[in-house]
């Protein structure tokens, strides 16, 4: 049986390159620091990606919680605060009345944005300046990658990307 997490097939030990554990290394050290920064703001990672997910249209609850890859009853406790916060609304669902959906609110879209510039602005920091444009071309192209492959991910992220630089 193949695990998509670990990469191993069965019980096998494959050979692993050593830039994948770099790879890897990097992501954590990235989001100690996104966490920070997101203290900082006063949101929470999975509030942005609760926000990133909505940024794409309005969803169900548990529509979140399988996108952001949490339980339920989490996914209730965060939607509670971020309503509470003026982040996201309630609407009742038109296709199913029985439900409701949630969407961004205009204070959730800015608070959105915010995190994002702010993460924007520190990732040069990381680097000297001759290195920003390979590391840019290099996280745009993995962006593109993953987000390609990824299923129910609604309008590619790079699209959003490019759509946002353009605004700016």
Do not use: C
Request: glycine share 8%; no cysteine; charged share 35%.
């Amino acid at each position: 049986m193949s695990d998509k997490r670990n990469g191993t097939s069965g019980g096998e030990s494959a050979d692993i390159d050593r830039r994948l554990i770099l790879m890897a290394r990097t992501v954590v050290v990235l989001f100690r620091e996104f966490e920070k920064i997101a203290r900082e703001l006063d949101i929470t990672i999975p509030q942005y990606r609760f926000l990133l997910f909505l940024k794409r249209g309005p969803k169900r609850a548990g529509e979140l919680a399988v996108e952001a890859a949490i339980r339920k009853p989490t996914a209730s406790g965060l939607i509670a605060d971020m309503e509470k916060r003026g982040l996201i609304a309630r609407a009742p669902d038109k296709e199913d009345g029985r439900s409701v959906k949630l969407s961004l609110t205009p204070k959730g879209l800015q608070k959105h944005r915010e995190f994002e510039e702010a993460l924007a602005r520190y990732l040069p920091s990381l680097l000297d300046q001759g290195d920003q444009e390979r590391m840019l071309e290099a996280f745009s192209e993995l962006a593109y990658i993953i987000d390609s492959r990824r299923e129910n991910a609604g309008p590619v992220a790079v699209d959003d990307l490019m759509e946002d630089a353009g605004r700016g």
